[in-house]
């Protein structure tokens, strides 16, 4: 069965909005976690250009962050785009290693391989 980033979208919703207060939501740019706001009465997770191994790697990002992470934009995270020298990218990589290891679990379970 192919994957649909609508059906991705409405199960986190259906999942996770009630408890959670956080939407799944396909951005034109770059991903970002933005806590809720003065505008927004709910969390939002926005992965890249409605791609769905971004969407998978964001909720990876979301799963993992905890309650009080989960008030900070990105999860008070540091990001740099494509382009890091090799001490940034090596500390990028610091923060990323677990986030792997939950794609390398998910592709052995076959839910969705990532490329």
Not at 92 to 107: D, H, P
């Amino acid at each position: 069965m192919p994957h649909k980033i609508e059906h991705l979208i409405e199960l986190f919703d259906t999942t996770f909005f009630e408890e959670f207060q956080t939407r799944l939501i396909k951005g034109d740019d770059e991903p970002i976690y933005l806590p809720a706001d003065a505008e927004h009465n709910y969390h939002r997770i926005i992965f890249a250009h409605g791609y769905y191994a971004s969407a998978m790697h964001e909720i990876a990002h979301w799963c993992v962050a905890g309650p009080k992470r989960r008030l900070l934009e990105d999860f008070g995270y540091w990001y740099e785009p494509d382009g890091r020298d090799e001490k940034t990218q090596a500390e990028f990589e610091k923060v990323e290693i677990r986030l792997k290891r939950m794609s390398g679990s998910y592709r052995k379970a076959r839910v969705f391989v990532f490329r």
